[in-house]
């Protein structure tokens, strides 16, 4: 007598579900009973569904999902393997059996095994959904692994296919997608990872003509397949089907084929390319097919998703997309904020408005909360990679991080989102359809709310709108137009003139200003030509002018802003920057009231805006100098990441630099940064820059030469960025040092070819070197449309113009052992090693040191009274060669900087010992103290000196520029006045006169006589 086997162990992962009440109490018993009569054909304990969590499981099914009630019916031996292992196990046995499918079997085959695995995989992913066994992230997960796997296995087979025709010749069939040229690319959902239960999946198809040379036929045949693809995974069978397909966002979907090849696309996208479209870049990735070409792709076209500059009109484009679908796609009712939602009475009312409501589409829904990640991130994701991540939530945090939205805000649309989504699996589960719709009429809704595992109706709402109302005011805050609609000047406004008076501009000046703005109405201006960029100045207009009327000169500033808009190419972007940030528009006439100077930069570059606006970048703190550097450093990886050469990151390496710079200026301007602390940053940056691009160019130059083993290079800053005393308009003072074992005699080459770079050369070890640093000083110095990150002087290095670029370090010591001059030696107290690996570092921070040490029994080893005389000649020699300008030739003058920096120079050589050394002025002077080369109070006084003349040039670069000017214009002298702390402007000479005559003081007691300085106003 047989005997049914024993009823196995329910997995534990079921025993803590929860599940929802049985909504149709006859379709749960209607289940429970053709599950019984299937366990008895199928061998199985019937007794097991007689089990509390089991019935429970069997009665949400029956009672709320007809789609989960029949797929349980017609698998069966899935349901109870379920019981038996748990969702985890399931999943991953259903999706290691479709991967383990041949591409060489036939095409029924390949779709009976892929509907297979999404019925098997529906009834996991559904189960230990509503029971909570899961969380929303598994689940999407695994939904997302379900869809990622079967488009890999169809298309291995269609591309094997196709192989084994003679239709294509693939470079290795065994693994037919490598090399293939042909790839998927998931957008959407899909793209996001955060697919849903019922959603189709939106893909763009791809195709790379490179990888199939001269084949005529190659358009027909990756359309032809596409189509297979389509129909592989949406046709209906006896099986079901596997996913619902949707081309539509490829390029210009309505003129291209189904399949689009990467030039076409790159062109479009680089001519064409919509805001909507860069919103839906965010989210791509390539998911099936050739991945290598796909990201190859991805990178061809990341201009286009992430601009390099900020770009404020993508949230007006944005607002547009969601004001459109609340026209045209009847996404549910509007007045969500009207709806009451706090009184004991409401709950009916709540419910009645979300009767037919769209989840996703609708007001309060999924697309706002993705709105509002997606438009933050287009706007700042150019300059801040670390906001680029493709999920709706992933990409929240990484706002919140950055101060782009508040923790308050993070929760609020977090569980907005979190909810919507759940709401939206439901919603699907129920019949499998496609739908974000609820239910439309009271009693349906109530159903839902069982299922939701809520007590009714009323319930549900109470738990949904008052979320789905605080989300909806985070989207209208953030797309609101800020500022009074009603406020508004138009250059051809009968009143302009009394506008302008009233604004603060004097009689004189009107028919002048009037001109101004009058040309702004037609059509010469190109950031004008559009009717959206028109509105949106005649809407800045009242602000702007309110700005400049309170100037000292507002005729002179109102034309500096003209040059500035002259110079737009984009004028919605630029005006759109604006409306969103008010502020921005009181600093611009700051500047343009300041400096000329700057007001001349601003219009070149106008990049240098961005600096003003990064949420990061907050000035007082120490984290003004890590977010600048953090910056670069993410840019720097990303480029190393995507094998990207230094071409593609210069352009992003300079709007960054020149933001920083311009933001640093305007600190500076308005007195909210000190000179030290700007110069700090300001050298932190360059550091920052030339490890980057020394990272970078050395990846590119293996990649062509191969590598030197044990071998490496250093970059050394000397001069102001050597003292991290940078100021606008600093060069970079460098020298490149590299070494290599005396045994290795040229570079290894790697045996593998980078795509589209040709087979590596090697080279002689010192050749490589010289080579590398070549190039790392051409992209230092690249030229571009804002001009070059850096100018470079190399004129420090051994041997100075005449010598190589890089030298070997044994060539260095040599050199400073037995031919270095005074002066050399002079310039190596501020030498720093910015770039290498530390082992380098080590052995050239030692040769450094010996050679300012003065080793004796060196050919260069001098006297006290001699190496005295060699400073003193040589000041004697740039003063009677190179004398100064004017009292403003603050380097040249007589007791100037330069006297400062000789001073620490010559007495850090007279001390001869690393402990009364530092690159930096002003901390040589405290060490030098220390060592008894000088007193406490001499030391104080060269402090203070430092300071004083390095802040009177560093604002006077940012008031005249790099020319030393004659004489200050009424407004620089103001700001010079403030910066030196003096009442009028011969009250300022007269404090820069007396400080030189200290100055010149130290230096004929502490390295030897020079004239005085007679009370002359000239600075000779």
Same mark, same amino acid.
């Given at each position: 007598?047989?005997?049914?086997?024993?009823?196995?162990?329910?997995?534990?992962?079921?025993?803590?579900?929860?599940?929802?009440?049985?909504?149709?109490?006859?379709?749960?018993?209607?289940?429970?009973?053709?599950?019984?009569?299937?366990?008895?054909?199928?061998?199985?304990?019937?007794?097991?569904?007689?089990?509390?969590?089991?019935?429970?499981?069997?009665?949400?099914?029956?009672?709320?999902?007809?789609?989960?009630?029949?797929?349980?019916?017609?698998?069966?031996?899935?349901?109870?393997?379920?019981?038996?292992?748990?969702?985890?196990?399931?999943?991953?046995?259903?999706?290691?059996?479709?991967?383990?499918?041949?591409?060489?079997?036939?095409?029924?085959?390949?779709?009976?095994?892929?509907?297979?695995?999404?019925?098997?995989?529906?009834?996991?992913?559904?189960?230990?959904?509503?029971?909570?066994?899961?969380?929303?992230?598994?689940?999407?997960?695994?939904?997302?692994?379900?869809?990622?796997?079967?488009?890999?296995?169809?298309?291995?087979?269609?591309?094997?296919?196709?192989?084994?025709?003679?239709?294509?010749?693939?470079?290795?069939?065994?693994?037919?997608?490598?090399?293939?040229?042909?790839?998927?690319?998931?957008?959407?959902?899909?793209?996001?990872?955060?697919?849903?239960?019922?959603?189709?999946?939106?893909?763009?198809?791809?195709?790379?003509?490179?990888?199939?040379?001269?084949?005529?036929?190659?358009?027909?045949?990756?359309?032809?397949?596409?189509?297979?693809?389509?129909?592989?995974?949406?046709?209906?069978?006896?099986?079901?089907?596997?996913?619902?397909?949707?081309?539509?966002?490829?390029?210009?979907?309505?003129?291209?084929?189904?399949?689009?090849?990467?030039?076409?696309?790159?062109?479009?996208?680089?001519?064409?390319?919509?805001?909507?479209?860069?919103?839906?870049?965010?989210?791509?990735?390539?998911?099936?097919?050739?991945?290598?070409?796909?990201?190859?792709?991805?990178?061809?076209?990341?201009?286009?998703?992430?601009?390099?500059?900020?770009?404020?009109?993508?949230?007006?484009?944005?607002?547009?997309?969601?004001?459109?679908?609340?026209?045209?796609?009847?996404?549910?009712?509007?007045?969500?904020?009207?709806?009451?939602?706090?009184?004991?009475?409401?709950?009916?009312?709540?419910?009645?408005?979300?009767?037919?409501?769209?989840?996703?589409?609708?007001?309060?829904?999924?697309?706002?909360?993705?709105?509002?990640?997606?438009?933050?991130?287009?706007?700042?994701?150019?300059?801040?990679?670390?906001?680029?991540?493709?999920?709706?939530?992933?990409?929240?945090?990484?706002?919140?991080?950055?101060?782009?939205?508040?923790?308050?805000?993070?929760?609020?649309?977090?569980?907005?989102?979190?909810?919507?989504?759940?709401?939206?699996?439901?919603?699907?589960?129920?019949?499998?359809?496609?739908?974000?719709?609820?239910?439309?009429?009271?009693?349906?809704?109530?159903?839902?709310?069982?299922?939701?595992?809520?007590?009714?109706?009323?319930?549900?709402?109470?738990?949904?709108?008052?979320?789905?109302?605080?989300?909806?005011?985070?989207?209208?805050?953030?797309?609101?137009?800020?500022?009074?609609?009603?406020?508004?000047?138009?250059?051809?406004?009968?009143?302009?003139?009394?506008?302008?008076?009233?604004?603060?501009?004097?009689?004189?000046?009107?028919?002048?200003?009037?001109?101004?703005?009058?040309?702004?109405?037609?059509?010469?201006?190109?950031?004008?030509?559009?009717?959206?960029?028109?509105?949106?100045?005649?809407?800045?207009?009242?602000?702007?002018?309110?700005?400049?009327?309170?100037?000292?000169?507002?005729?002179?500033?109102?034309?500096?802003?003209?040059?500035?808009?002259?110079?737009?190419?984009?004028?919605?972007?630029?005006?759109?920057?604006?409306?969103?940030?008010?502020?921005?528009?009181?600093?611009?006439?700051?500047?343009?009231?300041?400096?000329?100077?700057?007001?001349?930069?601003?219009?070149?570059?106008?990049?240098?805006?961005?600096?003003?606006?990064?949420?990061?970048?907050?000035?007082?703190?120490?984290?003004?100098?890590?977010?600048?550097?953090?910056?670069?450093?993410?840019?720097?990886?990303?480029?190393?990441?995507?094998?990207?050469?230094?071409?593609?990151?210069?352009?992003?390496?300079?709007?960054?630099?020149?933001?920083?710079?311009?933001?640093?200026?305007?600190?500076?301007?308005?007195?909210?940064?000190?000179?030290?602390?700007?110069?700090?940053?300001?050298?932190?940056?360059?550091?920052?820059?030339?490890?980057?691009?020394?990272?970078?160019?050395?990846?590119?130059?293996?990649?062509?030469?191969?590598?030197?083993?044990?071998?490496?290079?250093?970059?050394?800053?000397?001069?102001?960025?050597?003292?991290?005393?940078?100021?606008?308009?600093?060069?970079?003072?460098?020298?490149?040092?590299?070494?290599?074992?005396?045994?290795?005699?040229?570079?290894?080459?790697?045996?593998?070819?980078?795509?589209?770079?040709?087979?590596?050369?090697?080279?002689?070890?010192?050749?490589?070197?010289?080579?590398?640093?070549?190039?790392?000083?051409?992209?230092?110095?690249?030229?571009?449309?804002?001009?070059?990150?850096?100018?470079?002087?190399?004129?420090?290095?051994?041997?100075?113009?005449?010598?190589?670029?890089?030298?070997?370090?044994?060539?260095?010591?040599?050199?400073?052992?037995?031919?270095?001059?005074?002066?050399?030696?002079?310039?190596?107290?501020?030498?720093?090693?910015?770039?290498?690996?530390?082992?380098?570092?080590?052995?050239?921070?030692?040769?450094?040191?010996?050679?300012?040490?003065?080793? &004796?029994? $060196?050919?260069? !080893?001098? #006297?006290?009274? %001699?190496?005295?005389?060699?400073?003193? *000649?040589?000041? @004697? +020699?740039?003063?009677?060669?190179?004398?100064?300008?004017?009292?403003?030739?603050?380097?040249?003058?007589?007791?100037?900087?330069?006297?400062?920096?000789?001073?620490?120079?010559?007495?850090?050589?007279?001390?001869?010992?690393?402990?009364?050394?530092? &690159?930096? $002025?002003?901390? !040589?002077? #405290?060490?030098? %103290?220390?060592?008894?080369?000088?007193? *406490?109070?001499? @030391? +104080?006084?060269?402090?203070?000196?430092?300071?004083?003349?390095?802040?009177?040039?560093?604002?006077?670069?940012?008031?005249?520029?790099?020319?030393?000017?004659?004489?200050?214009?009424?407004?620089?002298?103001?700001?010079?006045?403030?910066?030196?702390?003096?009442?009028?402007?011969?009250?300022?000479?007269?404090?820069?006169?007396?400080?030189?005559?200290?100055?010149?003081? @130290?230096?004929?007691?502490?390295?030897?006589?020079?004239?005085?300085?007679?009370?002359?106003?000239?600075?000779?």
């Amino acid at each position: 007598m047989s005997h049914p086997p024993a009823a196995p162990d329910l997995h534990r992962g079921w025993r803590a579900c929860t599940w929802p009440a049985p909504a149709d109490a006859r379709g749960a018993a209607l289940l429970h009973e053709d599950m019984e009569r299937a366990f008895g054909e199928h061998g199985l304990d019937a007794a097991w569904l007689a089990m509390p969590p089991v019935a429970a499981m069997v009665a949400a099914m029956g009672g709320n999902s007809p789609y989960l009630s029949d797929l349980a019916r017609r698998d069966t031996d899935l349901f109870a393997r379920l019981l038996r292992e748990g969702p985890d196990s399931v999943m991953r046995t259903t999706l290691s059996d479709v991967r383990a499918e041949s591409p060489r079997q036939s095409r029924h085959a390949i779709a009976h095994a892929l509907r297979t695995a999404k019925r098997h995989a529906a009834m996991t992913i559904a189960l230990a959904d509503i029971g909570g066994a899961w969380s929303l992230q598994q689940v999407t997960h695994a939904l997302i692994h379900l869809a990622e796997t079967t488009l890999q296995v169809a298309v291995r087979h269609l591309l094997r296919t196709a192989h084994d025709a003679g239709r294509l010749v693939l470079p290795d069939p065994d693994e037919p997608a490598r090399g293939s040229g042909f790839v998927v690319l998931a957008m959407g959902k899909l793209g996001a990872r955060e697919l849903n239960y019922s959603s189709d999946i939106d893909l763009i198809v791809l195709y790379d003509p490179a990888c199939h040379p001269e084949h005529e036929d190659l358009r027909r045949i990756f359309v032809r397949m596409t189509s297979d693809l389509v129909g592989l995974m949406e046709a209906r069978d006896a099986d079901g089907y596997v996913f619902r397909t949707d081309l539509r966002l490829r390029p210009d979907p309505s003129a291209t084929p189904l399949a689009v090849s990467f030039p076409t696309a790159i062109t479009y996208y680089e001519s064409m390319g919509r805001t909507w479209e860069r919103a839906a870049m965010i989210k791509a990735r390539p998911v099936a097919g050739d991945i290598a070409a796909g990201q190859r792709f991805l990178a061809a076209i990341h201009p286009f998703v992430w601009r390099r500059h900020l770009d404020f009109a993508v949230i007006d484009d944005i607002h547009d997309m969601k004001a459109r679908i609340d026209r045209h796609r009847n996404a549910g009712r509007g007045g969500l904020d009207d709806v009451p939602a706090d009184g004991p009475g409401c709950a009916p009312a709540m419910r009645d408005w979300l009767l037919g409501h769209d989840v996703k589409l609708g007001q309060g829904g999924i697309r706002e909360v993705e709105f509002v990640a997606q438009a933050l991130q287009l706007v700042w994701g150019g300059r801040r990679p670390d906001l680029r991540d493709p999920t709706t939530l992933g990409a929240l945090r990484r706002l919140t991080q950055a101060d782009l939205i508040s923790h308050a805000q993070y929760t609020i649309l977090y569980r907005n989102y979190h909810m919507m989504r759940q709401v939206e699996h439901r919603l699907q589960m129920r019949a499998d359809h496609q739908t974000h719709r609820l239910p439309e009429t009271a009693d349906r809704f109530a159903l839902f709310a069982i299922f939701m595992n809520e007590a009714d109706g009323p319930a549900l709402a109470r738990a949904m709108l008052p979320v789905m109302q605080a989300s909806r005011r985070i989207f209208e805050q953030q797309f609101s137009e800020p500022g009074s609609p009603d406020e508004t000047i138009a250059p051809e406004d009968a009143e302009l003139g009394e506008r302008l008076e009233q604004a603060g501009f004097s009689p004189a000046t009107l028919d002048d200003a009037r001109s101004i703005l009058q040309r702004w109405d037609t059509n010469r201006l190109r950031a004008l030509r559009s009717d959206r960029a028109r509105m949106l100045l005649r809407r800045l207009l009242p602000g702007i002018l309110r700005e400049i009327g309170a100037r000292r000169d507002p005729l002179t500033v109102l034309r500096r802003f003209d040059s500035l808009l002259e110079r737009q190419w984009a004028g919605v972007q630029f005006l759109s920057l604006l409306e969103r940030n008010p502020a921005l528009v009181h600093r611009i006439m700051t500047v343009l009231d300041g400096s000329a100077f700057l007001a001349n930069h601003l219009a070149q570059a106008p990049s240098a805006l961005d600096g003003l606006l990064d949420a990061s970048m907050i000035e007082g703190t120490d984290d003004t100098a890590r977010a600048a550097v953090a910056l670069v450093r993410q840019h720097v990886a990303q480029a190393v990441a995507q094998a990207a050469g230094p071409e593609r990151l210069l352009p992003v390496l300079r709007g960054l630099v020149c933001g920083e710079e311009f933001r640093l200026s305007v600190a500076r301007l308005e007195h909210r940064m000190t000179e030290d602390r700007t110069a700090r940053v300001r050298t932190a940056m360059a550091d920052a820059v030339m490890r980057g691009l020394l990272r970078t160019v050395t990846t590119e130059h293996r990649a062509r030469h191969g590598h030197v083993p044990g071998g490496a290079m250093a970059v050394v800053a000397m001069g102001k960025a050597g003292s991290r005393e940078m100021m606008p308009g600093s060069d970079l003072d460098l020298m490149l040092v590299f070494d290599h074992p005396d045994d290795v005699m040229e570079s290894v080459v790697p045996h593998t070819r980078r795509a589209g770079m040709p087979a590596a050369r090697p080279l002689g070890a010192g050749t490589y070197f010289v080579r590398l640093a070549h190039a790392f000083i051409a992209t230092l110095t690249a030229p571009g449309a804002e001009g070059p990150l850096y100018e470079a002087d190399m004129r420090l290095r051994p041997s100075g113009s005449k010598g190589p670029v890089a030298v070997s370090l044994s060539s260095f010591r040599r050199y400073h052992a037995e031919s270095a001059w005074t002066w050399e030696r002079m310039a190596l107290t501020r030498a720093r090693i910015v770039a290498g690996p530390p082992e380098l570092a080590r052995h050239l921070r030692a040769a450094i040191d010996a050679a300012l040490d003065g080793e &004796p029994g $060196t050919g260069r !080893a001098m #006297t006290p009274e %001699a190496l005295r005389e060699d400073v003193r *000649a040589m000041r @004697a +020699r740039l003063m009677r060669d190179l004398p100064p300008q004017g009292p403003w030739d603050i380097k040249r003058r007589a007791g100037g900087l330069m006297e400062v920096e000789f001073i620490a120079q010559g007495l850090q050589l007279l001390a001869a010992r690393p402990a009364a050394r530092s &690159p930096c $002025t002003r901390v !040589a002077f #405290t060490r030098l %103290a220390r060592a008894g080369m000088l007193s *406490a109070a001499d @030391a +104080r006084m060269l402090r203070r000196a430092d300071l004083f003349w390095r802040s009177a040039q560093g604002m006077l670069r940012i008031l005249m520029g790099t020319e030393i000017p004659d004489h200050l214009p009424p407004a620089a002298q103001e700001i010079m006045m403030r910066e030196l702390d003096a009442r009028d402007g011969a009250d300022m000479l007269a404090r820069m006169d007396d400080m030189a005559r200290h100055v010149r003081d @130290a230096f004929c007691r502490l390295i030897a006589p020079l004239p005085a300085i007679d009370g002359m106003g000239d600075g000779a």
